[in-house]
C-alpha cells in the first residue's frame, strides 16, 4: 500500500505561484495513474488535474485549465502541481490520491490512499 505526502502549501496573494508536492512511499508509484483534488471549507471534495502513470496524459477541471500544471517523477516517486495565477477561489487543502485501476479519472470515489492534504491560501 503506498502512503503519500502533500507539501509546499501555504499563504500567497492573488496572482502568486505555489508549487505543491506528494511524495509515495514503496515501489509501485509508477504503476498508478495519480491525481490531485481540494476541498474548501463546507464544500465537497473536488477533482483538480490528474496525471496517467507514465506521465505521458493530463487532465484537468474546467476552473484550472490553463493555470495549473500537474506532473511527476517516477524516479523520485513524486507527484507535482505547479499552481499560477491563482485566485481566493482556489483556496482549499489540497490532497494527492492514486488512481484505482479502471476507475474513473475525476471521480473521488475511485481514488485512494489519500494524504494529509496542505493547505494553500491566497489572499485577495
Known amino acids: 500500500q503506498v502512503q503519500l505526502v502533500e507539501s509546499g502549501g501555504g499563504l500567497v496573494q492573488a496572482g502568486g505561484s505555489l508549487r505543491l508536492s506528494c511524495a509515495a512511499s514503496g515501489r509501485t508509484f509508477g504503476n498508478y495513474a495519480m491525481g490531485w483534488f481540494r476541498q474548501a471549507p463546507g464544500k465537497e471534495r473536488e477533482f483538480v488535474a490528474g496525471?496517467?502513470?507514465?506521465?505521458?496524459?493530463?487532465y484537468y477541471a474546467d476552473s484550472v485549465k490553463g493555470r495549473f500544471t500537474i506532473s511527476r517523477d517516477n524516479g523520485k516517486n513524486t507527484l507535482y502541481l505547479q499552481m499560477n495565477s491563482l485566485t481566493p477561489e482556489d483556496t482549499a487543502v489540497y490532497y494527492c490520491?492514486?488512481?484505482?485501476?479502471?476507475?474513473?479519472?475525476?471521480?473521488?470515489?475511485?481514488?485512494?490512499?489519500w494524504g494529509q492534504g496542505t493547505q494553500v491560501t491566497v489572499s485577495s
Open positions: 490520491a492514486r488512481n484505482t485501476p479502471g476507475g474513473r479519472r475525476y471521480s473521488a470515489s475511485d481514488f485512494s490512499s
Open positions: 496525471i496517467n502513470w507514465i506521465g505521458t496524459s493530463t
